[in-house]
């Protein structure tokens, strides 16, 4: 591994628009010693019904023109290209996405992969997709990137598909349409890496690549039965971003709220890494080829030990001879 920067999220709940609040994280985390910081589109109010609104992103600018960091961006959570309900507007998305980057000179945007078909059906006003909705809705994926890598590549931007976890919302969306708990995979397909892989090498293009969440993974290979260790390898060509934090590998049981789930060691707590079960030092072995920044996505409630979470991160590569 060749790390080019240890970075901080900058959290959407924490900021929702206050742009003083940006200022205060910012601050913070180069006081701490962080060279990166992840910037979320949602939290800024940069992008107004899928177009860039160009008021806001000059204070932003302002902003950021006052640190020496490096910034990469993260798409709204909800993006999907593949299950979107309005797929023009999603490509508009992802498409102010990539013009927000080329303005603030950021050359990562992190978009969760839109294999993800269960969004819908948790309404209850639509059934799950058939095999042929979806099989359409991952072609649509890929046609959408396709048309957007051009722009990432002139943006000088590369898209990194992330991978996601699992909920037990989804299993309960599952049993309410007579499907059985191990067809997850089937309709949340992002949980594996292969899906997301056949994705990539259908768009064929240096601008579209993978964002490797190793806590989102630690979570779904538990879920599903896969080995962890096995699945980053299987990853490890394709990443060119990576995010962690530390979890126990358990699913919720349906409380939302950190206060809750933390005692109980469930669902993707966003802990800093050492906090956990995660066997990080393991899986930097199987990313022994990737170069780039590592960002620590850590939840707010863990503010006083974001330092110590960057010194766990320093402490963990080191170890790894990094």
């Known amino acids: ?51 860039l609104f160009e008021p806001r ?24 290209l593949a299950y979107g309900a309005n797929h023009e507007l999603e490509k508009s998305v992802l498409e102010a996405s990539i013009q927000f980057c080329q303005s603030i000179g950021a050359k990562r945007l992190v978009y969760h992969s839109g294999l993800q078909a269960l969004d819908a059906a948790r309404t209850g006003t639509v059934l799950l997709p058939t095999d042929d909705e979806m099989a359409y809705g991952a072609e649509r994926e890929i046609a959408a990137l396709r048309a957007l890598a051009s722009v990432a590549q002139d943006a000088d931007v590369i898209i990194g598909m992330e991978n996601g976890d699992p909920h037990l919302w989804e299993y309960a969306v599952l049993k309410q349409n007579q ?33 490797l969440d190793l806590a989102h993974l630690h979570l779904a290979t538990h879920a599903v039965g896969d080995n962890y260790l096995s699945a980053v390898e299987q990853a ?15 699913l919720d049981v349906g409380f939302d709220n950190e ?64």
Request: hydrophobic letters at 35%.
């Open 57 to 80: 992103v000059k204070r932003v600018k302002d902003i950021l023109a006052k640190y020496d960091f490096r910034y990469t961006v993260h798409t709204p959570n909800r993006t999907n």
């Open 259 to 322: 206060k809750d789930r933390l005692p109980y060691g469930e669902a993707d707590l966003h802990l800093p890494p050492g906090w956990g079960a995660i066997p990080f030092a393991e899986a930097f072995a199987k990313l022994e080829n990737y170069k780039g920044e590592i960002i620590l996505e850590i939840k707010d409630r863990y503010w006083d030990h974001f330092g110590d979470a960057l010194n766990n991160t320093r402490q963990i590569l080191a170890d790894h001879g990094i």
């Open 236 to 250: 490890s060509p394709w990443v060119r971003h990576l995010h962690i934090n530390d979890n126990f590998g358990k």
């Open 1 to 51: 591994m060749e790390i080019d920067g240890i970075g901080k999220d900058v959290s959407n709940g924490y900021i929702d628009g206050r742009l003083e609040r940006l200022d205060q994280c910012l601050t913070y985390y180069a006081t701490l010693g962080y060279r990166v910081a992840e910037l979320p589109i949602t939290g800024l109010s940069v992008i107004i019904n899928g177009k």
């Open 179 to 211: 499907k059985r708990p191990d067809e997850l995979p089937k309709y949340h397909a992002r949980l594996r890496i292969q899906p997301i892989i056949e994705q990539l090498e259908a768009i064929n293009h240096p601008n579209i690549a993978m964002t």
